[in-house]
């Protein structure tokens, strides 16, 4: 959780995480204050609860709609109970859409486009659009650009263009060369219409299959609601069209990101419902592009209510916990393992574990001792079980003290070859080398029934 032991240090730490330093800087802040690891917790869910009671109090829509949003898989589950940092970039767009009319002309407006900047990469994008909308309204209401409005803008602009300067010294150079290496796609003109015209690497993960175009089409059919309002159409339009390339040439869009461009489109929304735009969505009144548009976007918001309540809430339900990071925590904390090292393959499942026991763990790519995991293209990539075993050895001789291991892969059920667990970062099995870890290990746990992918059989060194 405490990255860093002081505040200058943590910036030098998480510089190229792939994150902003917003997120960070509200943690550490809630560290300093309380010590308690459940800051992380509470920070995400607060964050959460203020979007919701933003759309609640002042969203000007009605209860349907804003059950749609609310009940979420990013608002009702990725932004909150995952305690991300997209969580943030949520309630600074709708602060934004709330607060429009009064903060158009003011520094503002710049202030919280500047702090939407710095919450996640994609966000850049979003608070670019928005910057965009406001453009477009000065141009459409013919002002001089000796007036005041136009200098606010520019200072507004300045202060975006800062965000996105801050924005990129934190997450640049990469830390994680091998998550960046694998992303990329090379910039070529048939890559270019595939990223715009495709599916491929965005828009997949709401809902409708991975290989399917129904996603995208219906992402850009959603687009004409807004066919009467020209302004919010542009804006929209210029944030899904970078997003997308965005998502193909540099970073593939998962659903807690593209989540984000519904947020916008609902907040330009808000925006343009303050002016009087109040048509009723589904009446039959409403010309046929006019309700396409308004059908495809309420079929979005309906395919991520239904993803909420199909994978968060049936997880619940059934028992199953998301993550088994906190039962791994706990076998950790037996008195018969008490001072033992964790070794997990992958290493990056051992943050989690950190988050619960404030211990370091082993990165086994990397040979050595940390609390978080750089996805390098350097260490151990093709790792064998003799060499885990050796290096579980190797700790065991000099702490004196058992190893904990966990395997995400099941070394039972999985054929011989080499699997690929996480970034170009192998795993080499052989029927003789399975035998020689089983021999030297004792499995104590099989935790293989959560909702997501933190699932691992554990192991102990000696046997």
């Known amino acids: 959780m405490q990255m860093g032991q002081s505040w200058p240090d943590m910036f030098r730490v998480v510089q190229g995480e792939g994150h902003p330093y917003l997120w960070y800087i509200l943690l550490r802040a ?73 903060i158009r002309d003011s520094l503002w407006l710049g202030v919280l486009l500047l702090l939407l900047a710095n919450t996640n990469v994609p966000s850049v994008f979003i608070a670019g659009s928005l910057a965009f909308y406001r453009l477009l309204e000065l141009l459409g209401e013919k002002r001089d650009l000796s007036d005041p409005e136009w200098r606010c803008f520019a200072l507004n602009g300045a202060l975006l263009l800062a965000g996105t300067f801050l924005c990129f010294i934190a997450v640049y150079p990469p830390a994680n060369t091998a998550a960046a290496s694998t992303s990329a796609e090379p910039l070529t003109f048939p890559n270019l219409l595939a990223a715009l015209f495709t599916a491929k690497r965005s828009f997949t993960a709401i809902g409708f299959g991975s290989g399917s175009l129904l996603g995208p089409l219906t992402v850009f059919a959603s687009l004409l609601l807004f066919l009467e309002r020209p302004k919010a159409l542009a804006s929209a339009l210029l ?27 609902f907040s330009l929304a808000w925006i343009e419902a303050q002016k009087g735009w109040a048509r009723d969505w589904t009446t039959e009144k409403a010309r046929p592009l006019l309700l396409l548009g308004s059908s495809a976007f309420i079929i979005l918001l309906c395919m991520q209510t239904a993803r909420y ?9 059934l028992g199953r916990p998301f993550s088994h990071a906190e039962d791994l925590a706990h076998i950790m904390a037996r008195p018969e393992l008490k001072g033992a090292m964790l070794m997990i393959d992958p290493d990056t499942m051992g943050e989690a574990v950190v988050y619960q026991t404030g211990r370091p763990y082993w990165l086994i790519r990397q040979d050595r001792p940390a609390t978080i995991t750089p996805l390098a293209l350097s260490g151990n990539k093709r790792l064998t079980l003799d060499r885990l075993l050796q290096q579980a050895e190797a700790i065991r001789s000099r702490t004196g003290k058992p190893v904990v291991i966990g395997l995400a892969l099941d070394i039972d059920r999985s054929r011989s070859g080499s699997w690929d667990v996480m970034y170009h970062d ?32 554990v192991y102990v060194y000696p046997r």
């Not at 940092?85 to 009319?101: D, E, R």
């Not at 795993?427 to 399975?434: G, N």
């Open 239 to 265: 944030a899904l069209v970078c997003l997308k390339l965005f998502f193909f040439f540099v970073y593939p869009g998962y659903s807690r990101h593209v989540a984000l461009y519904f947020i916008l489109t």
């Open 30 to 102: 809630g560290w300093d204050l309380f010590g308690d690891p459940l800051v992380l917790r509470v920070i995400a869910l607060s964050i959460g609860i203020a979007a919701t009671a933003l759309l609640v109090l002042r969203a000007p829509f009605r209860i349907g709609i804003l059950a749609l949003i609310i009940f979420s898989l990013h608002l009702g589950f990725e932004y909150t109970v995952m305690a991300r940092n997209y969580g943030i970039s949520a309630l600074v767009m709708l602060a934004i859409a709330a607060l429009w009319p009064r």
């Open 309 to 317: 309540i199909s994978y968060p809430i049936q997880n619940l339900a």
């Open 426 to 457: 192998y795993t080499i099995l052989t029927p003789s080398s399975v035998a020689r870890f089983k021999e030297g290990t004792r499995k104590i746990a099989s935790l293989r029934k959560g909702g997501g992918d933190e699932e691992y059989d």
